[in-house]
């Protein structure tokens, strides 16, 4: 992090390299990384600022305020991202239904194969304790269960962001027949 603040502040990357003992290579890497990190993590690096008259702060206030939401900030970042075609509304929930989604996958299909074994093993009689055929539909079942809810959770993350992403649109509209 220290690099990073100085590099932020004008120091060269050969004065870097030199105080710190690394290659100038190793300090455009650390650079580097900092920058994906922030992309990563979404850290919020660049700010906008925008003249406004006082009707035109009136109308904003009222578009978001009718919306549900709370701040400018956030009603201006969705807009901005509604504009360029990437509007997710709430990135921690898309990313956190995402984690989720792969969790259940991985279970889904984890159960998927445990039970192809277990047939597979009373199949051939190598079973130490056979499986009843209940068993095995029972975790067909679960299987079939743990996949489809992954599915439907990828399915209302889409659908949200879909609903969002026409809500922001409709304020650009409003926002472009106020401006007429």
């Known amino acids: 992090m220290e690099i990073v603040r100085e590099a932020d502040e004008g120091v060269s990357t050969a004065v870097l390299s030199e105080r710190f003992g690394v290659s ?3 300090i455009q890497y ?3 990384a900092d920058v994906e990190r922030q ?5 919020a ?3 906008v600022t925008v ?6 702060l009136e ?3 009222a578009v978001f305020s009718a919306a549900g939401i709370e701040t400018r900030t956030e009603g201006l970042r969705r807009l901005i991202q509604a504009a360029g075609g990437t509007f997710v509304p709430d990135v921690a929930l898309a990313a956190e239904m995402a984690r989720y989604r792969t969790l259940l996958n991985e279970v889904g299909n984890g159960v998927a194969q445990l039970t192809k074994r277990m047939a597979e093993a009373n199949r051939t009689g190598q079973g130490v304790a056979a499986f009843s055929d209940l068993r095995l539909a ?6 079939r269960f743990v996949l489809d809810t992954a599915d439907e959770i990828d399915l209302l993350v889409r659908r949200r962001r879909d609903a969002m992403q026409l809500e922001a649109t409709a304020a650009l509209r409003e926002f472009a027949h106020a401006a007429e």
């Open 30 to 32: 650390t650079l580097k």
């Open 24 to 26: 100038q290579r190793a």
């Open 39 to 43: 992309k990563d993590t979404a850290v």
């Open 51 to 56: 003249k406004l008259t006082p009707d035109e």
């Open 138 to 143: 029972q975790m067909r079942g679960l299987a």
């Open 59 to 61: 109308a904003l206030d």
């Open 45 to 47: 690096t660049a700010a």
